[in-house]
């Protein structure tokens, strides 16, 4: 198992959010970490406030998750990566009437960047005999998101090929862990409230009346709690493991229970 306090970390989507509570919390354990985020003004900040408590231990390098030459700066950024965090995503997409765009955006940055990121750092962790990979998917992975087709599809994507990482190198010294969680309070949770579109405001109803959303900290000790355990799902929310218990037991109960959801929240 990866140890914290001493670990190398790449953390994407880090400029707020999950990501950045998830690179404080890797720095108060001793952890050295790079933050990476698309939005380069909010990741100076991000990186000057997290400074202030734990000087020289975090850098950081604008770019696009999705994108094979930022991953390889990352990860140059970082030298040798214990952990990589692949934790950037987009919540775009509502109803039958999201674009094509939408569509590839959101499996660019929710699927193709965690491809990205293992094809670079497998091979050597494999020749280590370490290294850790955590996957920031959602409980829409596991369940669905209701309003959002885009999302649900591609943050099963994001379950299914953390899966099949752990499959396929998990007892070669490779260790995955997928973070599920439902609501967190978060900028993503609050552009789908204040939205004036009605598939995505159903979302976010449904997100915010399925469970108590959660802070970002609380999400980032979860998925910390399961590196250092070694178990593969990470969920703070823990009635979606019960979900999605249910779910599988009687999969066709489980589609009526979510119209009835649906129905009440429309
Ligand atoms: N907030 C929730 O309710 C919730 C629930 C489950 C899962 N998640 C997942 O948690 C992760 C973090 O989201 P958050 O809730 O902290 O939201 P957030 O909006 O605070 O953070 C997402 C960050 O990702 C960055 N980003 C977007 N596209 C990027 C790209 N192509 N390359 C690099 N960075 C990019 C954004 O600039 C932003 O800073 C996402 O994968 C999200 O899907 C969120």
Known sequence: MVDLSSASAVVTGAASGIGEALAQRLLEKGASVVIGDLDAARLETAAARLDIDHPGRVSH????????????????????????????GVFKGFGLDATDAEWALSWDVNVRSHVLAARALVPGWLERGEGCFVSTASAAGLLTQLGSPTYSTTKHAAVGFAEWLAATYGDRGLQVVCACPMGVQTDMLAAGTSSDDADATLG???????????????????????VEAGRFFALPHPEVGMMYARKAADTDHWITGMQRFRTSLE
């Open 61 to 88: 390098v604008a770019g696009d998750a999705a994108d094979p030459d930022h991953v390889a700066a990352l990860v140059a950024a970082a030298g040798e990566v214990d952990v990589f965090f692949a934790n950037a």
């Open 204 to 226: 976010m109803k449904s997100v915010v009346t399925a469970g108590e959303p959660l802070t970002p900290l609380a999400v980032a000790d979860t998925v910390l709690d399961a």
